[in-house]
């Protein structure tokens, strides 16, 4: 595909027609579906999982689900686990509280666990528990002892029996002791009253007690990977599955789903449903939390956070619905909270502390764009960095600076030698390459990484070769393999803000734009500012596929050109031979001759 500038209509999700359903389709959707209806459409997955892990029959007594620790997960997993007993029992009612009962007694000197009543446990009776953090005299039970007299306290374990108990991985990892008694519990299926000093046994004997209670874990994949290293047989001992952060959109039906889930967490949260204005605006906003148009955000931490922040912007005098009104106040006023450092950022480029050049042309010049992740600040900023090259007569090695004096990552790295191999390639030279080149982010003080740039690099690198100047307007990003071939990077919609930032600063031309990859597309989701500017065009998006695309629309000039018309390629290879006429050596009868003299 040939160099592509975008329409407004591009940058943020689409508004198609099967997307955008009348609050009366919504009301009906939400008689017909309840939310075990829901939780079988979105966590399909899991269910599949649990279901088997369920069942008596099933040896395995854990189930690791890998998901975010957060307490709005650990609430997501106990309210699905529910839902599906209770549907998928033949009785309608269960009950799902923790009930401390006592079942030892005294006896010839001795505690003897005696078996439950039917009374003690109905039916339907299965405890479950869910937390993130846990001691261990709270999961065991603790004995008190006044001289010979004990008194046993139940835990959250005996006091589950016949349930299931909902932990973070990272409470377990906090507390490894733990963890490897309770695996040791849970493997043999019986629970033995442990004195917590080995030299001092209970004087009173106390009979173990059968236990039979299921655990999950919600861990991320570090900390899978940190439990393994802990109980290497974890991993036999367990059933895994995963909670979907996001659901893909493929027709309006999953666009109803996701309303519907959606407006559950807001009515828990704020007691009103969401109102039809508000529902594009909540997928632009879902769109710039996932990175894609067409994958709606289901993390329940997000939406419980979203919608306790809207709670305070809601109008008291109509909470039937959450209005875009609210909603956009929020936004606006969450913005300025947070865009303090980002405003210090943008002076300092506007103040010329930071170089940077959006008119005019340069050789060997080319805006970047990176996005920057400050420590304890929220929120990710784009801004440019202005990369330069230098070429000169050489061994034919392209030095990157960042990387030799220790401030550039493995892959960074990486990405340079990529385009080098595109550039020599495309050069076809007979002989090695006679020039050398130094390449460098100006005014970067902190480590570079990522290949992002790599795009950006390949082009300054062909003007200072080629000796043509680069449209100083436009920035660029995009990473590049050993073909040409333009490939997606991340952070597509703040780089563009970042640079959009700097050029409303200093003034718009007309002329300013950014260049990203085609495959970036659907990642679009650009703030209001942008949006407008490029709808009056005061601002250009432009999509690549190859960089012959990106250095024709940076110099004016093609790469390549199949008529007698000069272009890069030919001016690179001229200044090439030129290079090597002007380095042919003397014979060896002239040094020695000149030498003699």
């Keep these: 595909m040939a160099l592509v500038k975008l329409e407004t209509s591009q940058l943020r999700p689409p508004r198609s027609p099967i997307f955008e359903v009348k609050q009366s389709e919504l009301d009906s959707l939400a008689l017909l579906n309840t939310s075990y209806d829901i939780y079988c459409e979105l966590y399909e997955r899991f269910l599949m999982v649990f279901n088997r892990f369920k069942q008596k029959k099933n040896r395995k007594k854990i189930l690791i689900v ?8 650990l609430n997501l997993i106990e309210d699905i686990i529910k839902n599906h007993l209770l549907n998928t029992s033949d009785y309608q009612e269960k009950s799902f509280d923790v009930v401390s009962k006592t079942h030892y007694a005294y006896n010839e000197g001795e505690f003897v666990y005696t078996e439950p009543l039917d009374t003690d446990n109905p039916i339907g009776f299965c405890p479950i528990h869910a937390t993130n953090w846990i001691e261990m005299p709270s999961l065991f039970g603790t004995v008190h002892q006044h001289g010979e007299q004990l008194k046993l306290s139940e835990g959250i374990l005996q006091q ?9 991985a990272g409470t377990l990892l906090s507390n490894p002791l733990m963890f490897i008694r309770l695996l040791k519990v849970l493997e043999t299926g019986v629970f033995e009253w442990l004195s917590p000093d080995e030299t001092k046994p209970y004087p009173i004997r106390i009979q173990s007690m059968p236990l039979d209670v299921k655990l999950l874990i919600l861990a991320e994949r570090d900390n899978i990977d940190n439990l393994l290293a802990l109980e290497p047989y974890l991993q036999s001992m367990s059933c895994y599955t995963e909670i979907e952060p996001v659901l893909e959109l493929t027709s309006h039906l999953d666009y109803n789903l996701w309303q519907s889930y959606i407006n559950g967490i807001s009515m828990r949260i704020t007691n009103a449903l969401i109102d039809d204005s508000l529902w594009y605006a909540l997928h632009c906003f879902s769109t710039r939390f996932t990175g894609d148009q067409y994958e709606l955000s289901l993390c329940p931490q997000f939406w419980t956070q979203t919608f306790y922040s809207l709670l305070a912007y809601i ?3 109509n909470t039937s619905s959450v209005s875009k009104a609210a909603f956009d106040e929020w936004q606006s006023e ?17 103040k010329d502390q ?3 050049d959006v008119e005019g042309k340069i050789v060997g010049q080319i805006n970047g764009l990176a996005v920057l992740s400050y420590p304890g600040h929220p929120v990710e900023i784009g801004e440019p960095s202005r990369i330069t090259c230098i070429v000169h007569l050489g061994d034919g090695e392209v030095n990157d600076i960042e990387r030799k004096v220790e401030l550039g990552g493995n892959i960074h ?12 390639s495309s050069l076809k030279l007979t002989q090695p390459f006679p020039l050398s080149a130094s390449i460098v982010f100006e005014q970067s003080y902190s480590e570079v990484d990522g290949d992002s740039a790599s795009l950006a690099e390949l082009c300054a690198l062909i003007s200072a070769i080629a000796d043509v100047p680069i449209n100083q307007q436009i920035a660029i990003t995009g990473s590049v393999d050993q073909f040409g071939q333009v490939q997606p990077i991340g952070g597509v919609n703040e780089k563009i803000e970042g640079f959009f930032a700097i050029c409303l600063n200093r003034g718009l031309t007309k002329g300013q734009g950014v260049i990203i990859p085609e495959s970036n597309i659907h990642h679009l989701s650009v703030n209001d500012e942008v949006l407008e500017a490029i709808e009056k065009g005061e601002f250009h998006l432009w999509t690549v596929n190859h960089v012959t695309e990106a250095i024709e629309l940076l110099t004016s000039i093609k790469y390549c050109s199949e008529d007698d018309e000069m272009d890069l390629l030919t001016m690179m290879q001229q200044k090439i031979l030129q290079s090597v006429d002007n380095e042919t050596p003397e014979p060896w009868y002239r040094r020695i001759f000149n030498f003699s003299n």
Excluded: P
């Design 413 to 424: 790295a990486k990405g340079l030698l990529i385009m080098q191999a595109f550039l020599f």
């Design 334 to 350: 969450k913005q300025y909270c947070e865009g303090y450092l980002a405003q210090r950022i943008y002076t300092d480029f506007l």
């Design 66 to 73: 890998q998901t975010k620790e957060s307490s709005d997960h």
């Design 160 to 168: 589950l029996n016949g349930g299931y108990l909902v932990l973070t």
């Design 315 to 317: 109008d008291k005098e």
């Design 354 to 356: 930071i170089y940077i």
